[in-house]
């Protein structure tokens, strides 16, 4: 018998869960809809239906030993989540939930910590003690590791780099505020960086075709890729606010590397050079041409299970 | 016999020492000359002299267990201090110097780090696990505590929110950069902010009548409190940059609670309620109204003693 942990990423559309050994191989996978809008009780009904009935064929062969569930705000202390965005939920106590189906060791925390987990644990970070996960998807979440334990801080909501200052008095952000660092480093931080450049140029750019309502991160870097001058400026200008976030993030935690994960991180050198220029443009001299800026070892379609099944294998191993 | 440690606090100018018991009384306390272009060998053949014959007429009573030394620059990982400011030293291993003397438990770190274990085990944060001193003097200082332990990251420089961006481009720092936060939050930073300030407006000020270089933080302080407008919205202005950067870091480490120590703090209500306010302004919602922002509960000439020997009572206590 191989032991086994379960990681639960439930997302804002889609809900993904898998088994996963300890090395890091899915022995199986599976996506249902998270079907926001109905009652938390009824997406776990879902998960444990289905998964009971997948995880039958392997009980000769593997031992179920844990459970790890990512989500948005997820409150890794208090094993909850509270009015998470684009969920009709109000609070839910996720471990509890967990524990009608399996009373086995169960952990939650949220979407970006999970990454980072995972990272360390089957990723980019295997065998450092000291990083930052930053992924780059519609918005900007980031899981920092101190010592090899992810950073929670007094309350378990600490890592919320999407929304230090990186513009005073700059764009509108979903949490109310202005200027936070996700609303330019971001896919949607992008859209908005090449609206305003279309507004401020005068260069023609295939991107002048496209409704903004229909930009993506996806058509910005086949423009790039094709030379547009818009597109290749919108990546320089969020790679230079990234990277002079990173440099402040740098004098305040010390990591050996930032990990850098998530849509946005597809476009490979167009976003990580500039981004690291910047950095190194504006760290301490004692860091310079220190911290490492790398790409995810995980990948896209894995990363959600990895990460939150190597949150639950972290539980088992440190406790 | 009652166990004490040592203390040692290396400063530009002075170098203080004392005895210090485990619940925080001090047994004597001395200061010395550091003269920083001697070699740091006769700084601490000095210290060590006086210290042996003061301890002797002690020795009956009290037990030395451990030396804690807190030192610009000093680094916990390595016991060493490298090319520190003020001091022609070069590179100096402070612990094997220290070990020339009494070959017992020693420690070194930097003085914010220092008097940031002394505010945890001494001073107003005491019963906490996770908070930021900040200690504003010449510069700007911080000491982070993260689960109980100062969060040294990868190469044990954490901790350098002095030198994080505070304006884009701003004014010239000492490290090199523009615009970090010390050159607007520190005694330095409000003087530069009263000459910008006296340039701006047309106000009389008896702060006109102070050459730059005479002008000091208590100058300015004295203004404030006679109601004079320039020195007032200097240090609203001072307080909203720090205000800011602390929003950020709240949303980076999530503490317990932020303690402000140091010359620029004891100008109280007129620095914390403009920081309060502005970092209440920009914190997110999930965190306003939470974070406790306080004064240090350590007496500014006892702390430099208190912070260098609560570091090693804290390491004979956690190893």
Redesign the interface.
């Known amino acids: 018998m191989t032991d086994v942990t379960l990681g639960i990423d439930i997302g804002g559309t889609n809900t993904v869960f898998g088994i996963v050994t300890e090395k890091g191989e899915i022995v199986f996978k599976e996506s249902i809809p998270t079907n926001g809008m109905e009652p938390a009780e009824d997406l776990f009904e879902r998960i444990f239906n289905k998964f009971d009935e997948s995880f039958k064929k392997h009980s000769s062969e593997y031992n179920l030993v844990g459970i790890g569930v990512g989500a948005p705000d997820g409150n890794y202390y208090k094993g909850s989540i509270e009015n998470p965005p684009n969920l009709n939920w109000g609070y839910v106590n996720v471990k509890e939930l967990v524990h009608k189906y399996h009373d086995i060791p169960a952990a939650l925390t949220n979407d970006a910590n999970a990454a980072a987990i995972g990272e360390m644990q089957f990723g980019a970070a295997r065998g450092m ?3 930052v996960e930053i992924t780059l998807g519609t918005g900007l979440g980031s899981g ?1 590791v ?2 090899g ?1 992810v ?11 999407g ?3 990186a513009v ?1 008095d700059g764009r509108r952000c979903g ?3 202005k200027g936070c660092l996700e609303t330019y480093a971001s896919a949607t931080g992008i859209i908005r960086t090449v609206s305003e450049m279309l507004a401020t140029y005068r260069e023609s750019s295939p991107l002048r075709d496209i409704p903004y309502s229909e930009l993506s991160a996806k058509k910005i870097y086949d423009a790039a890729s094709g030379g547009d001058k818009i597109a290749i400026n919108a990546f320089k200008y969020t790679g230079r606010i990234l990277g ?1 976030a990173l ?3 740098v ?6 590397a930032i990990v850098i994960f998530g849509g946005l991180a597809q476009a490979g050198d167009l976003i990580l050079e500039p981004t690291k220029k910047h950095m190194e443009l ?1 760290l ?4 310079k041409g ?1 911290i490492k800026l790398i790409n995810s070892g995980l990948s896209e379609g894995d990363a959600a299970v990895l990460g939150s099944s190597a949150l639950i294998w972290n539980e088992l191993k440190t406790n």
């Open positions: 003690k000291n990083f920092i101190v010592d334990k950073l929670y801080g007094h309350d378990g909501f600490a890592g919320e780099l929304h230090v200052n005073r949490c109310g505020k002079e440099a402040d993030t004098a305040v935690l010390s990591p050996e504006n301490l001299n004692n860091y220190k």
